[in-house]
């Protein structure tokens, strides 16, 4: 019985398809941005100044995927390209309702593959499943949700609890997740048959959060994994020069949820002498919260995926101090660049007693401590980034391809 994989954004639903190709399982892959150069938007890039086409080049090469048969995936639509240009230019509003209209457009796409006589199951993501897992439910397919989000309950409770303390690093009306949104949460975990969850604290946000015992026994932790081809060749890390700064990093969304605030006022607390901060990915905090930080760190906005191995090479720490996370693949990314690791234990548990440290709690004072640890012990910040690498092997594609077999097997698609 083949998959069909979709998603109307990216996520890793391009290494789930990737996956199930290898296994020789992969009915189609639906989603709306896939790099391919000769086709509409992508071929704009030709046509262009040099200077504006390569930042647009840089834009498309984070949608690229070779291991994926170009014949085998399906796109539509410029929903998600309004949507993404919407969310960057800071119109929030406007952008949840294109996601929307795009979410619905895109299930009608999916409607015809799905009432068609071919058997395959469907593989789909949080916040952009529930209608086509409703007919498909209707067809006898097998629904697979995979969660990358924890239950919004659960970071509703917590984010209530952080706006007491940092509610001006939220922009406003980022401080909670709708109940609408809840409510569809909670019937597409009503349409699936499986849920996957990429960490053991994701799976927990959802049996707290629903307190449903069918749920639970629904879902299952699958491990995801790091692009492997996008760290071949960085070679291991040499031991870290005594007499210049320790080199922290924190990637991804630069948002409260994330702790970017712990980030910030930690590095404060220690000697540009002794220790350097490089912010990279999109600022998700108020300008007047990041300006009294602003020449104390590196900000890099958000750059292609292609670069970042060579931006975490050329860094010893990441940090990861967040509150609430599906998994963390960047995570497994800072090891297979042969980084250290701090992070909370509110994620994908990479770190081990060999490859960083895991925060007793979420809070500036803890990250200070542990950043401060590894400044003054050299030689343990050498120790564990001697260990990432082969740590990183834990988190390859072949081990999540193979657990993916695993669980096709386990559940027995229909």
């Known amino acids: 019985m083949k998959i069909a994989v979709f998603h109307p954004g990216t996520q890793h639903s391009w290494q789930t398809a990737t996956a199930v190709q290898q296994l020789g399982l992969l009915?189609?892959?639906?989603?709306?941005?896939?790099?391919?150069?000769?086709?509409?938007?992508?071929?704009?890039?030709?046509?262009?100044?040099?200077k504006l086409r390569g930042k647009l080049r840089s834009?498309?090469?984070?949608?690229?995927?070779?291991?994926?048969?170009?014949?085998?995936?399906?796109?539509?639509?410029?929903?998600?390209?309004?949507?993404?240009?919407?969310?960057?230019?800071?119109?929030?509003?406007?952008?949840?309702?294109?996601?929307?209209?795009g979410n619905k457009r895109f299930s009608q796409f999916l409607e015809r593959e799905i009432r068609s006589e071919r058997p395959f199951a469907l593989w789909g993501y949080n916040s952009s499943s529930l209608e086509s897992f409703a007919l498909a439910a209707e067809h006898g397919r097998t629904r697979i949700l995979d969660r990358t989000n924890g239950d919004f309950r659960v970071y509703n409770r917590m984010m209530a609890e952080i706006m007491d303390r940092y509610g001006a690093y939220f922009p406003v009306g980022r401080e909670r997740i709708a109940d609408w949104v809840i409510e569809r949460d909670d019937e597409e975990y009503a349409q699936s048959d499986v849920i996957?969850?990429?960490?053991?604290?994701?799976?927990?946000?959802?049996?707290?959060?629903?307190?449903?015992?069918?749920?639970?026994?629904?879902?299952?932790?699958?491990?995801?994994?790091?692009d492997e081809n996008l760290f071949r060749g960085i070679p291991k890390p040499a031991p870290v020069d005594r007499n210049r700064p320790v080199r922290f990093l924190f990637l991804g969304q630069l948002i409260p949820r994330k702790g970017i605030q712990h980030a910030l006022e930690a590095i404060s607390r220690i000697p540009a002498s002794q220790a350097t901060l490089t912010l990279v990915g999109m600022m998700g905090i108020p300008r007047e919260a990041f300006a009294p930080f602003a020449d104390r760190v590196e900000f890099i906005p958000t750059v292609a995926r292609a670069d970042v191995p060579a931006i975490m090479a050329s860094h010893d720490v990441f940090l990861l101090p967040t509150y609430f996370e599906g998994a963390g693949i960047v995570l497994y990314e800072?090891?297979?660049?042969?980084?250290?690791?701090?992070?909370?234990?509110?994620?994908?548990?990479?770190?081990?007693?060999?490859?960083?440290?895991?925060?007793?709690?979420?809070?500036?004072?803890?990250?200070?401590?542990?950043?401060?640890?590894?400044?003054?012990?050299?030689?343990?910040?050498?120790?564990?980034?001697?260990?990432?690498?082969?740590?990183?092997?834990?988190?390859?594609?072949?081990?999540?391809?193979?657990?993916?077999?695993?669980?096709?097997?386990?559940?027995?698609?229909?």
């Not at 749920?215 to 299952?220: D, I, L, Q, S």
């Not at 490859?355 to 950043?371: E, P, Q, S």
Request: charged letters at 25%.
């Open 59 to 101: 834009e498309f090469r984070r949608f690229e995927h070779p291991a994926l048969d170009p014949a085998l995936v399906k796109t539509i639509g410029m929903y998600e390209w309004i949507e993404r240009i919407a969310a960057r230019a800071g119109f929030q509003e406007l952008s949840v309702k294109l996601d929307l209209m």
């Open 334 to 414: 800072a090891l297979a660049a042969g980084l250290a690791l701090i992070q909370s234990r509110n994620a994908a548990l990479a770190a081990t007693p060999d490859t960083g440290i895991v925060l007793d709690a979420i809070d500036t004072d803890h990250l200070h401590a542990a950043m401060v640890e590894l400044v003054e012990n050299r030689d343990k910040l050498d120790h564990f980034r001697a260990h990432a690498q082969a740590e990183a092997q834990n988190y390859t594609f072949t081990r999540y391809r193979d657990n993916i077999a695993s669980l096709i097997t386990e559940i027995g698609v229909n």
């Open 27 to 50: 009915e189609f892959y639906a989603t709306s941005i896939f790099y391919k150069p000769d086709e509409w938007p992508y071929r704009i890039e030709r046509y262009l100044p040099t």
């Open 196 to 226: 996957v969850v990429g960490s053991e604290f994701a799976r927990q946000t959802l049996i707290d959060g629903t307190r449903d015992t069918a749920v639970a026994e629904r879902t299952r932790v699958l491990e995801y994994c790091f």
